[in-house]
C-alpha cells in the first residue's frame, strides 16, 4: 500500500510538473522570440553603423570605401577657412578650420572632379570651400565643441551635392580652432 500511494505521488507530481512546463512554454516562448527579433534588429543596426555603411540619408559611406582608394585633398590652404559661427550667447564666434576632402580615387568621375578640384581657376574648389562655410556658420561654438561629427557629416552632404556620392567619401577636419 505503501509503495502504491508512494508512486500516486510521483505521479501526481510529475503531471504537475509536466503542466508547469507546458504553461511555461505557452507562456515564455513567444515573448523571449520577440525579444530575440529585437536583439537582432539592434545588433544588426548596430554592426551596420560600426561598419560605416552608408545610411538611407547617405552619411557616413567613408568606411564603405577601402583606404587604398581614399585619396586627400586640402581645402581652403594653409590658413584653413576662417567662419563665423552662429551666436548664441551674443558674442561673436569664428572658427578657423583645416578640412580635407575625402574622395575615391576608384570612382567613375574621380578623373574629372579631381581635374576641376585641382584646376588653377579653382572654380570647384571654391563652390566646396563655400559649401563648407556655408555649413559650419549654422552651428554654435558649443554644437562645434559638444558635436563635431554632426557637422562634419552635414558638410559632406553639402559637398556630396556639388559632386557625386561615389566621388566625395567625406569631409574630414584636421584642426579646428576656436575664438
Same mark, same amino acid.
Given at each position: 500500500?505503501? +509503495? @502504491? ?7 501526481? /507530481? $510529475? /503531471? ?16 523571449? +522570440? ?5 536583439? @537582432?534588429? =539592434?545588433? %544588426?543596426?548596430?554592426?551596420? !553603423? ?14 564603405s =570605401? ?11 590652404? #594653409?590658413?584653413?577657412?576662417?567662419? !563665423? /559661427?552662429? @551666436? ?7 572658427a578657423?578650420v583645416?578640412?580635407? /576632402?575625402?574622395?575615391? @580615387? &576608384? %570612382?567613375?568621375? *574621380? &578623373?574629372? !572632379?579631381y ?12 563652390? $566646396?570651400s563655400?559649401a ?6 549654422? *552651428?554654435?561654438? #558649443? ?7 554632426? $557637422?562634419? #557629416?552635414?558638410?559632406?552632404? %553639402? ?8 566621388? =566625395? ?5 584636421? !584642426? =579646428?580652432? *576656436?575664438?
Amino acid at each position: 500500500m505503501k +509503495k @502504491s500511494l508512494l508512486t500516486m505521488i510521483t505521479l501526481a /507530481l $510529475v /503531471l504537475i510538473n509536466l503542466l508547469l512546463t507546458a504553461i511555461i512554454a505557452i507562456a515564455i516562448v513567444p515573448e523571449v +522570440k520577440n525579444v530575440n527579433s529585437l536583439v @537582432s534588429k =539592434v545588433a %544588426a543596426a548596430i554592426d551596420l !553603423n560600426q561598419n560605416g555603411a552608408s545610411t538611407e540619408d547617405g552619411s557616413d559611406g567613408s568606411s564603405s =570605401v577601402p583606404i587604398s582608394d581614399q585619396t586627400m585633398i586640402a581645402i581652403g590652404g #594653409d590658413d584653413g577657412l576662417t567662419i !563665423n /559661427l552662429k @551666436s548664441s550667447d551674443g558674442d561673436t564666434h569664428i572658427a578657423v578650420v583645416h578640412a580635407q /576632402l575625402v574622395m575615391n @580615387s &576608384k %570612382a567613375d568621375s *574621380y &578623373k574629372t !572632379n579631381y581635374a576641376a578640384l585641382t584646376n588653377e581657376s579653382g572654380a570647384a574648389a571654391g563652390q $566646396v570651400s563655400q559649401a563648407i562655410q556655408q555649413t559650419v556658420s549654422q *552651428y554654435t561654438v #558649443d554644437q562645434m565643441q559638444n558635436d563635431q561629427q554632426t $557637422v562634419i #557629416d552635414a558638410c559632406t552632404k %553639402a559637398v556630396q551635392n556639388i559632386f557625386d556620392k561615389d566621388f =566625395v567619401v567625406g569631409v574630414s577636419f584636421t !584642426n =579646428v580652432i *576656436y575664438q
